[in-house]
C-alpha cells in the first residue's frame, strides 16, 4: 500500500529505465544505515511488515533514562564541561563559521553560500542558544528538526525551524522485495531488494496536546527534517545510543555506595553502652527477671525539644541502638560497664570515590576538571597539559564533527530551495565544506607558539649544512611543515619584503650620500 508523504522533497520520480536499472542491480541484502533507522520489510509472498513500535518504545524508555540521570551532580558537572568545551561563543558570539575554502566555487557563488548559513543560523538561534542545543544532543543522543516552508513560493527559503521531541519521532526505512529465480546463473529462489523507501513517523497521543495524530502518526519526508545522530550505534539492536549510556552502570553503583555509607554512618556512628550484670546462681527465669528490673531501673532518656529548646527526662522502651544488657553468671568478673565505641571509618570514602572517577572516566572528563585538589591542569607551558586534556579535546573535536551535521543538512535544504545549487552540485561540494567552532585560544595559542619555538630551534641546527646536507626545500617542507599553499602565498610575501627592503636601503643611501655631500 502505498503511503502519503507529508512535507516536501527533492529530485524528480524515476523513469521506468531507471527503474529498469534498479532492477538489473538488485541485491538480496538489505542496506545498512546505523543511525537508528527502524527498517520495515513490505512484499514478498506475505506482503508482511515489522511492527517498529517495540524499538520506539525501547529508545524512548533509553531517552528517558538519558534525562533522568543528567539531573544527578556528578553527570550534571561532567556534561556541563563537555558543553562548555565545544561550545565556545568567542568574543564576537559566533560559535561556529563555516569555511569554504577548499570549495573549488567562484566567489560569488562563496558569497551566497555565506549568506544562507547566516540565514540558517539565525533561524535556528544558534548564537544565543547554542549551549541549549548542543546539551539538548548531547543528552538525548538525537536531535530533529522539522523544516518549514512555503509551499506556494518555495523559492523563498527555509521559513521557520521547529525542535522535534526525539521521544514523538522516527526514522523508518521501508524495503520491497521480489522473487528472482535465475540469481547468478542458478535456479534458487531468492528474494531481492527492488526498492528501499525513507521517511520519518511523527507520533503525539499527549492528550493534552492540541494536535493529535493516532497511533499510526504522519509520516514525513527526509527532506522536511533534519535528523542529528549521536552517531553511538547498539550492532546488536541497531539502535541509537547516548554518550551518557556507558555511565548508567556505575552511577547507580555510585548511588549504592552512598545509600550504603549512609545508612552504615547513621546505623554506627553513636557510641553505646553495655552493662554486664553479675546474676550469680539464679534459674534462667529469675535471671530474665533480675536483668528486666535492672533495666526498668535505669531506663531514662534525655530528649531535646528543638521547638521550646527544653531537655526532658522521658522513659520509654529503650532501642537497640543505644545501650546492650548482657548477664553474667557467678564466678566471672562481677557487674561492669563498658563503651561500645562508634564506627571507626566514617572517614574513609575510597569506594565512592573509585565510582565517582569511573563515571567521569565513562564521559571522557579528565578527573583534574571536576576535582578542586587537583593542579594536573595548568594554565602555562603546553607540556603540562595532561594526556587525558588531550584525550579530552580530540573527544570533543569528534563530537563537534557528528553535530555539524545540523548546519550541513540545513543547508543543503536552504541552497536547493534558493535555488543556488542543485543536489548533484551540492553531491560534489558537500565533502569541501567546513564549519569551525571556536576554541578556547589561550591552549592553542600556547601550544603553536612552543611547536614554532621547536621548529625554529632545529632550523638553527640545520642551518649549517644547508646545500651541502639538505635542500631548502626540505627545511621548508619536512622541519618546518609549510604546505604548498603556504609556501606560494609566503614567496609572494617574501618578494613584497625583498623590494621593500630594497627600496628602504636604497633611500637610506641616497639620504647618507646627500649629508656627506652637505658636509663638503
Known sequence: ?????????????????????????????????????????????????????????????????????????EIDTAVDEIVNAAIVPGTDHTPVKLDLSKCPISDN????????????????????????????????????????????????GIQSIVAIDPLKIKKVRKFRKEMDKFVQNTHIPVQLIKEVEE????????RESPVMTGPQGLHLSLDSVVYVPSGLVDLNTKRILGYLHKAIRPLNMLRQME???????????????????????????????????????????????????????ERKMMS?????????????????????????STSQIEDIEYFKKKVFACLNVPISRLSAESTGFNMGRSTEITREEIKFYKFVDRIRYQFSRLFMDTLRVQLL???????????????????????DNYFWDLKEAEILSERLKMLSFVEPYIGKYFSTEFVKTDILKQLPEQLKVMEKQMI????????????????????????E
Not at 199 to 206: C, I
Not at 265 to 273: D, G, L, N, V
Open 1 to 73: 500500500m502505498e503511503i502519503d508523504i507529508f512535507g516536501f522533497q527533492f529530485g524528480k520520480k524515476k523513469t521506468t529505465k531507471e527503474d529498469q536499472k534498479n532492477d538489473a542491480m538488485a541485491s538480496f541484502a538489505v542496506p545498512e544505515v546505523f543511525d537508528g533507522t527502524v527498517t520495515v520489510e513490505a512484499g514478498g509472498f506475505f506482503g508482511t511488515a515489522l511492527d517498529y513500535a517495540a524499538t520506539m518504545r525501547d529508545e524512548t524508555q533509553s531517552i528517558i533514562q538519558y534525562r533522568n540521570i543528567s539531573i544527578y551532580p
Open 109 to 156: 557563488i562563496k558569497t551566497k553560500i555565506y549568506k544562507e548559513f547566516d540565514t540558517v543560523i539565525h533561524l535556528l538561534d544558534f548564537n544565543h542558544k547554542a549551549y541549549e542545543i548542543f546539551r539538548r544532543w548531547y543528552v538525548d543522543s538525537k536531535l530533529f528538526y522539522n523544516i518549514v516552508i512555503d509551499k506556494d513560493l518555495p523559492g523563498q
Open 199 to 206: 521517511y520519518y513517523v511523527y507520533t503525539n497521543n499527549d
Open 259 to 313: 545509600d550504603a555509607m549512609l545508612v552504615y554512618r547513621i546505623a554506627r556512628a553513636p557510641e553505646r553502652k553495655i552493662f554486664y550484670v553479675d546474676v550469680g546462681q539464679l534459674p534462667k527465669a529469675k535471671a530474665e527477671q533480675y536483668m528486666r528490673d535492672m533495666m526498668s531501673r535505669f531506663r531514662t532518656k534525655l530528649t531535646y525539644n528543638q521547638d521550646t529548646g527544653e531537655v526532658r527526662d
Open 320 to 344: 537497640v541502638l543505644e545501650d546492650y544488657w548482657l548477664p553474667r553468671r557467678e564466678g566471672s568478673r562481677g557487674t561492669e560497664i563498658t563503651t561500645l565505641a562508634g564506627a571507626q
Open 417 to 439: 530551495l534558493k535555488g543556488v545549487m542543485t543536489q548533484e552540485d551540492w553531491d560534489v561540494l558537500k565533502s569541501d565544506i567546513k564549519f569551525v567552532f571556536n576554541t
Open 496 to 519: 613584497v619584503d625583498r623590494q621593500r627592503i630594497s627600496q628602504e636601503q636604497a633611500a637610506l643611501a641616497a639620504q647618507q650620500a646627500a649629508q656627506e655631500g652637505g658636509q
